[in-house]
């Protein structure tokens, strides 16, 4: 299998980047429509936002809107056709923020390219174009 290049995956994570930012401007915009809100309140919807984009992405779809833009999608190393799950995405997300750029340099001592929190989750990134989808698994 070709596995696409860690630019490839850096490119996806600078779009949801700037489309998170887009999500949360537009929220404290909306926020601020309302009136009086408190700033815990504010604080939560943004926090919120950042935390749930990438695990449900991930676990629902296959992929952020970054991944499909750069034609990619997470899926289960063990058979590239299922998608990692709800709960996988929570996990690699988690490690994927806690380990930062040292998860991602890994990927470039691996033929697969894969980073330590795709190591730990038992997730693979491949090309949209080889990964036969299979419903999407919500566990």
Not at 43 to 53: D, E, K, N, T
Not at 103 to 109: C, D, E, N, P, Q
Request: charged share 15%.
């Amino acid at each position: 299998m070709n596995y696409p290049a860690t630019s490839f995956r850096v490119k996806a994570s600078l779009i949801d980047a700037v489309l998170i930012l887009l999500i949360m401007v537009i929220s404290a915009y909306l926020i601020d429509s309302v009136g009086a809100v408190p700033d815990w309140v504010r604080a939560m919807v943004m926090i919120i936002l950042f935390v749930i984009y990438e695990p449900l992405t991930v676990g629902i779809a296959g992929g952020t809107l970054g991944h499909r833009i750069q034609g990619l999608e997470v899926r289960r190393v063990s058979d590239t056709s299922q998608r990692i799950g709800l709960m996988m995405a929570i996990i690699r997300v988690v490690f994927k923020f806690a380990l930062g750029l040292f998860s991602i340099l890994t990927s470039y001592l691996r033929s697969d390219n894969r980073c330590i929190h795709d190591l730990v989750c038992g997730s693979v990134v491949v090309y949209r174009s080889q990964a036969n989808t299979i419903s999407p698994s919500l566990s």
